[in-house]
């Protein structure tokens, strides 16, 4: 790289790729917002980079992707080594392109966010990953020896997605399994299309099918097929079950009609923007499998409660679909919110209104449906067990607030299944899957007293992501997923593999 090169920032300023009018978003565009950059515009941005010798992007990435190299590749038009360079790290590189919180990770550490603007790190990702696959590339696993074994995914998410791509690349038989009949769990269900298109899942799926991953959708571990039955017939079982109930904050008036739940409300806006409204058989959600009745939110009065991720995707849908306005009500103040800054800055232009200090005390209604939520004022107090200070209400400070919709996006918690203590697989008292180790060298380490890392207490199953660490971001649940199948892959290289039976209940599924 040359000295102009290295400089290029001062003369180039972080951009974003083009953005969707704000008008055609108010009139109920559901597109992904972000475009995506021309070549010229990639090299550009790409080319800002300054390759630190201790890169801080990538140490702040979970996936510790090589983001310098890439980027370099990037700028120089090499986009098929770049993607192969992306996926070394990253099974899901375009999609972590597209909703990681960069500002809060990769780009937030950045040498340049300080004065210069960060380099437009996760646009590029998608930059490169887009044009490859568009252009042909796929996986190279010419050099890769089947090694006649075969694992079991339970869970279509980015956990088991990740951990299929790393089984493939080891030559083991990954089969997935999902309950559902597309792939990606929230990637499919629950992330609104203006932030990832569903086609975007649609060419993952190729793309793993082309590396020999096997999909069984619609079948239910538990009632179409025990656990019991995976463990006989495959050598080794990966749980990646997802953090699917949400948390009930136990507000007074929560039975009233039109409050919903943050993911069935979101579920099934999703289905009807996909023209799939009557199919409402996954919804992937404990106790919401059958229909949620939503509310036409045209010129209604809608309030979100919660300043996550979750409640930024709730917001903006209620925009497009026309609600007349939308408040969402946080308990702390905007620098703890939990969620993207980038996602409250595009729900505040799109006319969000943020009221920030405030604890929901109540839903309020007629005796049947809601029409508004008591709130108080907050002041953050002392820190809590995780080190976030409290919010405390201020007497006499409560306030009512007029809402002819509320949704309710306090977060997830795992739902763990009854069938997992049939194979003694032990759960922390907060319902999280246990599992012996987080961490260690896979290549070199084989089975201790500690256990492999995401071994559950059943030696031959393994899990990772919300199901273990609780409801987290795509980009960590894609780590554990790749670390568990390298735990897999370092417990298979001793073990011959299983005998497939030819009377296999399995047979019979999928």
């Known amino acids: 790289m040359t000295k102009k090169q290295v400089f290029q920032f001062r003369d180039a300023p972080r951009e974003m790729p083009s953005r969707i009018p704000l008008q055609l978003r108010l009139n109920g565009d559901w597109g992904e917002l972000y475009g995506r950059f021309a070549d010229v515009e990639a090299k550009k941005q790409a080319g800002r980079c300054l390759d630190c010798g201790n890169p801080y992007c990538g140490w702040a990435c979970p996936l510790h992707n090589y983001i310098p190299q890439w980027l370099e590749l990037a700028r120089e038009g090499r986009l098929h080594e770049a993607a192969s360079l992306c996926h070394e790290t990253n099974p899901l590189p375009e999609v972590c392109g597209r909703v990681c919180p960069q500002d809060r990770l990769c780009e937030g550490s950045c040498t340049l966010n300080d004065g210069f603007g960060a380099v437009t790190i996760g646009a590029v990702e998608k930059y490169i990953v887009d044009n490859a696959l568009a252009d042909g590339w796929r996986p190279d696993l010419s050099t890769v020896k089947a090694t006649g074994h075969r694992v079991a995914i339970v869970g279509a998410g980015p956990a088991g997605l990740s951990c299929a791509d790393r089984l493939a690349r080891a030559g083991i038989q990954a089969v997935v399994f999902d309950r559902y009949e597309a792939i990606g769990g929230l990637l499919h269900f629950g992330i609104p299309s203006f932030k990832l298109e569903k086609s975007v899942m649609v060419k993952r799926r190729e793309v793993l099918e082309g590396m020999g991953v096997q999909f069984r959708l619609g079948v239910e571990i538990g009632r179409d097929i025990s656990l019991d039955a995976l463990t006989a017939e495959f050598d080794a079982v990966f749980l990646g079950l997802g953090s699917y109930r949400y948390t009930d904050g136990g507000l007074p008036g929560q039975d009233l009609r039109n409050v919903l739940p943050a993911l069935p409300f979101l579920v099934q806006n999703g289905r009807v923007v996909q023209g799939d409204g009557d199919n409402l058989r996954s919804a992937p959600i404990a ?224």
Do not use: H
Not at 288 to 303: A, F, H, I, N, S
Not at 478 to 495: K, P
């Open 287 to 510: 106790g919401w499998e059958d229909q949620l009745e939503l509310p036409d939110l045209r010129g209604k009065r809608v309030v979100v409660l919660g300043g996550g991720d979750t409640g930024m995707d709730c917001v903006r849908s209620a925009v497009r679909m026309g609600a007349a306005q939308v408040r969402c009500v946080y308990r702390r103040d905007e620098a703890n919110m939990p969620g993207s800054a980038r996602e409250v800055a595009n729900a505040r232009e799109e006319g969000v209104e943020f009221l920030f200090n405030r604890q929901p005390l109540e839903l309020l209604g007629d005796g049947t449906t809601v029409n508004a939520v008591r709130v108080a004022q907050t002041r953050l107090g002392p820190p809590d067990a995780r080190g976030r200070q409290r919010a405390e209400a201020i007497e006499g400070s409560e306030s009512v607030l007029d809402a002819d919709v509320v949704i309710i996006a306090f977060g997830f918690q795992p739902d763990p299944p009854a069938w997992l203590a049939q194979q003694g697989i032990e759960l922390a008292d907060n319902g999280r899957i246990k599992v012996l180790a987080t961490s260690g060298n896979c290549a070199t380490k084989r089975k201790a007293a500690a256990g492999l890392p995401y071994q559950t207490t059943n030696p031959k199953v393994f899990a990772g992501g919300d199901a273990v660490r609780g409801a987290d971001l795509v980009v960590t649940a894609a780590f554990e997923g790749r670390e568990a199948a390298a735990g897999i892959v370092s417990l298979l290289s001793e073990r011959a593999p299983v005998a497939v039976q030819n009377n296999s209940p399995l047979a019979k599924v999928g």
